[in-house]
């Protein structure tokens, strides 16, 4: 098909607010932005102190500094854009003296180590951090659209340490000097919105699951490893053959408009990386955001070998790192088979998914989390998985939660686990320890004990699972869990394997995870990033692809890369499935519903009627769900005509008082925002009166027992 495009990507900033003035020399222009923060809060905990300010979005994690927050403006330019510099004024300081020390970032601890104390060293410094702030400019997809990412690190408080003396600035302004890019000739050629690499072996394998992308109505290209190598569509470049992949997507995207890759075949070669953690972790890794990776900040071809010596992403490896981009340049993931028959398999289960629009079915509105304690002997002895699955939760506001957790007793055996997915569910979080046919987790401060029982749940669990086309989006927060490299069968690839169930997609680590213990968990590292692949999605991503990229790119905005570990927490994180497949679709959310409408007290054991109203923009016919405020749900009930007032009752069997509120859907599955609470109160029982009970049967039943009826009524 062709199709015209125009290489000038006309825009603005996508910020508002700002004067824009033109420089006559060079044609720069200025961009102003005015912050404002908090004063901080000042907490006690044990022997240290805890500072925050309610603006932040990240906090400074080096370990034995000041666990510090911080505050990380992202700005988005049109691709080509060349910035000159970015000045950083902080202003209206202010000082306080501290009593006590102020606590120290956690130390990071491989997923699956044995828990270490987090002893803090003595370490010299004056003053911490040095500078009110740092930036960072990467190349990358903003939605559909390659940008440049500046990503603005704030420190709006510092740490005097010899005088115990916090700095902190009121206000910071900003101002960025930046040159537009340069014009460009508009191109007409032939566009293919996701190509697939494949191995040659599967060519014909594929033709279904390509008719199937085009009658959706993306273009779509078929080219095996043969054709990239013998240079087929675009002349062979590189050193070496991930190299030449490497440079046909590039001349993909610049010749067809290229923005999503999969990658067929666990022989399509992997690209090696190195990165030392610490003493714990040099191992070498593979990372397929190599493929996704195509541009550093200035628009050119990332090579990751920046110091040229054919060693590729090197962080503390040698003696030089290599300069990292990062930031995907197209949505990719990779479909691992190892013969026709499992590809196959996978095709189907793509098909059937789209086909049937699953992400509008009202099983995709659950969500299963399974999590227990995974650093049993953590100074608040928090369960981190189950504190990372209530993140999860929190975020997917409007899915209903499952939570299989170890403190539940739901880990004990596989049996729960096991009926919460062959129920169905849109997603599934897991979050504790794993290998690469494993996950597995601790009951509360029992680090001898794996759970579920026996052994942990294996990839052979996963294939034995029959949920049938009710598959989930599968994250997993766990060591090597998608070392496909190793495993032809590893953990996340056998949920696509399974040909009676499993899951449509998942995430994972190529490599060791790295994480916080305690609530420092989703600070950070593996748990953090699970966190950020969940918020894409509510942040509006419609598809796989798109899920991904953009959790990438939203953990390096929010903990960054200044450390080794979060170098080895992008760089690992793999996607498998379709970067194309569909989990939403475009459509205006309804409206907030009215707050539901209804008896604001009553008694335990009785049924009592509550009413709402939602409107659609599109006219769409809507779905309910309500929130009875004492952890259970009325499930998706509908479909409702759009402005239609609609009605549900439940009956409450505990005495307390409750918060209700509901939302609404339409048939694309957008959500719209929960409604205003309304509040109740459920007094305990009240005394059955057994005289009242027998006449409400006698004058349904007149004639039944006349002469008891005829004793009763004269008492």
Request: negative net charge.
């Amino acid at each position: 098909m062709k199709k015209i495009l125009a290489l000038l990507i006309v825009g603005v900033l996508l910020l508002s607010g700002g004067a824009i003035a033109a420089d006559s020399i060079e044609k720069a222009q200025y961009k102003k932005i005015n912050l404002t923060f908090s004063k901080p809060e000042i907490n006690e905990q044990n022997n240290h102190i805890i500072i925050s300010i309610k603006e932040a979005n990240s906090h400074l994690m080096k370990q034995n500094r000041p666990l510090l927050p911080s505050y990380t403006k992202t700005l988005i330019f049109p691709f080509g854009t060349k910035i000159k510099s970015i000045i950083c004024e902080p202003k209206n300081i202010e000082q306080k003296t501290i009593t006590k020390e102020i606590l120290s970032a956690p130390k990071p601890v491989v997923v699956g180590k044995t828990l270490t104390t987090n002893s803090e060293e003595t370490t010299n410094y004056l003053v911490y951090p040095t500078r009110w702030y740092k930036y960072d400019v990467y190349s990358g997809l903003y939605g559909s659209v390659r940008s440049v990412f500046v990503n603005i690190h704030i420190y709006p408080i510092k740490y005097h340490k010899q005088t115990k003396t916090i700095e902190w600035a009121n206000k910071v302004e900003l101002k960025i000097k930046y040159l537009p890019p340069e014009p460009q000739p508009t191109m007409t050629y032939e566009n293919y919105d996701l190509v697939i690499i494949s191995e040659d072996k599967y060519s014909s394998t594929l033709q279904s699951l390509v008719t199937h992308k085009i009658d959706r109505g993306i273009s779509t290209k078929l080219v095996t490893l043969g054709e990239i190598y013998n240079g087929i569509y675009f002349p062979t470049q590189g050193r070496d053959k991930q190299e030449n992949i490497k440079y046909f997507i590039k001349d993909a995207i610049e010749n067809w408009g290229t923005s999503n890759i999969l990658l067929v075949g666990r022989n399509v070669p992997t690209r090696d990386v190195h990165v030392v953690v610490n003493e714990e972790d040099d191992e070498i890794f593979i990372s397929d955001l190599y493929y996704a990776d195509i541009y550093d900040e200035k628009g050119n071809f990332a090579s990751w070998d920046t110091n040229y010596n054919d060693v590729f992403a090197e962080i503390s490896w040698g003696l030089t790192d290599d300069k990292l981009d990062l930031h995907p340049d197209v949505h990719l993931a990779r479909i691992p088979c190892n013969n026709q028959k499992e590809l196959d398999t996978i095709i189907n289960k793509i098909i059937k998914y789209e086909s049937s629009k699953a992400y509008a079915q009202n099983w995709f509105g659950e969500i299963i989390t399974a999590g227990g304690d995974s650093f049993p002997g953590d100074e608040n002895e928090i369960l981190e998985g189950e504190y990372v699955n209530d993140k999860v939760i929190d975020i997917m506001q409007g899915f209903i939660p499952n939570r299989i957790w170890a403190s539940y007793d739901l880990l004990t055996t596989k049996g729960p686990l096991s009926n919460a997915l062959n129920a169905g569910a849109g997603f599934v979080d897991f979050s504790g320890h794993g290998n690469t046919n494993i996950w597995s987790t601790h009951p509360y401060k029992s680090p001898a004990i794996w759970i579920p029982l026996p052994y942990g749940w294996l990839s052979s669990d996963t294939l034995g699972l029959s949920n049938g086309d009710k598959l989930p989006i599968v994250v997993t927060g766990a060591c090597s869990v998608g070392k496909f490299n190793k495993d032809a069968h590893c953990y996340c690839y056998v949920w696509l394997e399974n040909n009676n169930g499993g899951g449509i997609a998942s995430f994972g680590a190529t490599g060791l995870g790295w994480a916080y213990m305690g609530e420092y968990v989703t600070y950070a590292l593996i748990e953090r990033m699970t966190l950020e692949v969940f918020r894409a999605y509510k942040n509006g991503a419609t598809t796989l692809g798109e899920m991904w990229t953009n959790g990438i790119n939203n953990y390096i905005r929010g903990p960054g890369l200044d450390d080794e570990a979060n170098y080895k927490t992008v760089l690992e994180w793999e996607c498998f499935g379709d970067p194309t497949l569909a989990i939403s679709e475009e459509s205006q959310k309804p409206s907030t519903p009215a707050r539901p409408n209804g008896p604001t007290d009553g008694e335990t054991y009785e049924e009592y009627t509550y009413t709402t109203t939602s409107t659609d923009p599109d006219g769409d016919v809507l779905y309910y769900l309500f929130d009875w405020g004492d952890g259970t749900y009325s499930g998706w009930i509908g479909p409702y005509t759009s402005g239609n007032t609609i009605s549900v009752t439940n009956t409450w069997f505990t005495e307390g008082t409750y918060e209700i509120k509901v939302k609404a859907k339409d048939i694309h599955g957008k959500q719209s925002e929960w409604s205003e609470s309304l509040t109740i109160s459920m007094p305990r029982n009240k005394a059955i009166n057994h005289h009242k009970i027998l006449e409400k049967i006698w004058e349904r039943f007149p004639n039944i027992f006349p002469l008891l009826k005829q004793i009763i009524l004269q008492k």
